[in-house]
């Protein structure tokens, strides 16, 4: 079965420390790999996504994630976090041609940056 | 462009009683996604549509959840009779495309709270 699996239900970092949060999938073909942001009280964003080409992905705010197909991982990156990027981080998967189109989810990390 | 609208923001009702959520997906996209998050369970998927019609609805809990989709730009999502265990917050979401290239949308979500 697909799985997501995000290693680090909580991370606590201080501001201008890197970050990487740590995201692995198991899906046998092609996949498509999204991160979404929750803010305190507020819904799921878009972060970044990768369909195809460069494994490295920018996305918004800083962030950055790479793809390696070896390693069925698709980990978030930012070389320096500030305060406001303390929200809950989802990882998601999707096969890019599964007809049944329903994400997988991983279970979220809780990102909280001390001031 | 607006996005993708829920209301209510905030429902609190006594158990037993009917809930109705709704949402509005964003023009043009025609898959709808509803979602139900806890801290328990995290981010699950209740059901989704395709042009109106829905296409698994494997995640929806219980007989006491219906959803329907009577036109493109119009979703519901009703529990009857709510239960104290239905407290949640539930999250719309629409993406346009088949397959897994276009992201998914988010709403605000409904905070749902039954005593």
């Known amino acids: 079965a697909q799985s997501v699996s995000q290693h680090n239900h909580h991370v606590i970092l201080s501001e201008a420390a890197s970050l990487e949060l740590g995201c692995n999938y198991s899906y046998g073909g092609t996949v498509n790999l999204f991160w979404y942001v929750q803010y305190p009280g507020q819904h799921l964003q878009l972060l970044l996504k990768?369909?195809?080409?460069d494994p490295l992905v920018k996305g918004i705010k800083g962030f950055e994630a790479e793809f390696i197909k070896s390693k069925f991982s698709f980990n978030l990156r930012k070389p320096s976090v500030q305060w406001s990027d303390t929200a809950e981080y989802f990882c998601?998967?999707?096969?890019?041609?599964?007809?049944?189109?329903?994400?997988?989810w991983g279970a979220g990390t809780k990102l909280i940056i001390k001031p | 462009d607006a996005g993708v609208i829920q209301s209510p923001r905030h429902e609190v009702t006594e158990m037993g009683q009917e809930v109705t959520l709704r949402c509005k997906p964003i023009?043009?996209?025609?898959?709808l996604f509803w979602y139900r998050q806890t801290m328990m369970r995290g981010l699950e998927l209740l059901i989704y549509f395709n042009n109106n019609v829905p296409i698994d609805d494997s995640g929806m809990p219980e007989d006491r959840f219906s959803a329907k989709m009577p036109n493109a730009s119009f979703s519901t999502l009703k529990i009857q009779p709510s239960e104290p265990r239905d407290s949640a917050v539930y999250f719309c979401?629409?993406?346009?495309?088949?397959?897994?290239?276009?992201?998914?949308?988010f709403g605000d979500g409904t905070r749902l709270s039954i005593l």
């Open positions: 979401a629409s993406s346009r495309g088949q397959g897994g290239n276009q992201p998914q949308h």
């Open positions: 998601a998967v999707i096969g890019a041609v599964d007809s049944n189109y329903q994400l997988i």
């Open positions: 990768y369909f195809s080409g």
């Open positions: 023009s043009g996209h025609d898959y």
